[in-house]
């Protein structure tokens, strides 16, 4: 399995916010990641522009102890591109994902990291 990286890779500023917001369905998952942004809490990139991303990841900036630290949430069913915008990252260990493709992104962090993965229902 091929990693094609995403034409662009962008981090959400604090003027693309409301852009990038305004994309996400609303849905339960997003709240905690509309929460963290709305108050300033948090940062987000994206695969794609703000407004039309194909992958998001979205992680807390409060601290180790006010937040769980390196569990940034990943938005979006494309594999690929989540794993490309998670690759450029720091600092994560473990990613909230959609079900659907948890398994393939797994399999792709493994693959190119070497490092086992472990799917948590």
């Given amino acids: 399995m091929s990693v094609t990286k995403p034409t662009s890779m962008t981090a959400v500023d ?6 990038f917001l305004a994309a996400l369905d609303d849905r339960p998952e997003t709240v905690v990641v509309r ?3 709305l ?16 992958a998001a990841v979205v992680e807390s900036t409060l601290g180790e102890g006010a937040w769980p630290a390196g569990e940034p949430t990943g938005l979006g069913n494309d594999p690929e591109s ?8 720091r ?13 393939t992104l797994g ?7 070497g490092r086992a993965v472990h799917l948590y229902p």
């Fill in 14 to 19: 604090a003027g693309s916010v409301p852009a």
């Fill in 35 to 37: 929460h963290l942004l």
């Fill in 82 to 89: 989540l794993w490309a915008v998670l690759r450029t990252m």
């Fill in 91 to 103: 600092d994560w260990d473990c990613v909230v994902v959609e079900e659907a493709c948890a398994e």
């Fill in 39 to 54: 108050r300033g809490w948090g940062s987000a990139h994206v695969a794609g522009a703000p407004h039309a991303f194909d």
């Fill in 107 to 113: 399999t792709l962090i493994q693959q190119e990291t």
